[in-house]
Nanobody
Framework: VQLVESGGGLVQPGGSLRLSCAAS????????MTWYRQAPGKERELVAR????????NYADSVKGRFAISRDNAKKTVYLQMGSLKPEDTAVYYC?????????WGQGTQVTVSS
């Protein structure tokens, strides 16, 4: 089982990035997918979540209206479109897949928002 994040990098405040998380070796379409982030010295926090059938999403208050989560079950990929980025969005972003007792994590991708 593998989750591989990509798309992180350095971006200026106000800029945009799109993160991707590609899954393999499990039935991606039946899993709830979540993006988390962890900034230095802080606990890991939920950023955005999407249900297996894309019928339900929820977001942290801090990113509502700026970030959008989506998934392509045919490509086994979940995306996080991030806009109007702020320095406080700087963190390592992790992809998580969960179904019942089964849970998988990616290795994380660094997002740095700085001028």
């Amino acid at each position: 089982v593998q989750l591989v994040e990509s798309g992180g990098g350095l971006v200026q405040p106000g800029g945009s990035l799109r993160l991707s998380c590609a899954a393999s070796a499990f039935t991606f379409s039946s899993y709830e997918m979540t993006w988390y982030r962890q900034a230095p010295g802080k606990e890991r926090e939920l950023v955005a979540r999407i249900a297996s059938g894309s019928y339900f999403t929820n977001y942290a208050d801090s990113v509502k209206g700026r970030f959008a989560i989506s998934r392509d079950n045919a490509k086994k990929t979940v995306y996080l479109q991030m806009g109007s980025l702020k320095p406080e969005d700087t963190a390592v972003y992790y992809c998580n897949a969960r179904r019942g007792l089964y849970e998988y994590w990616g290795q994380g991708t660094q997002v740095t928002v700085s001028s």
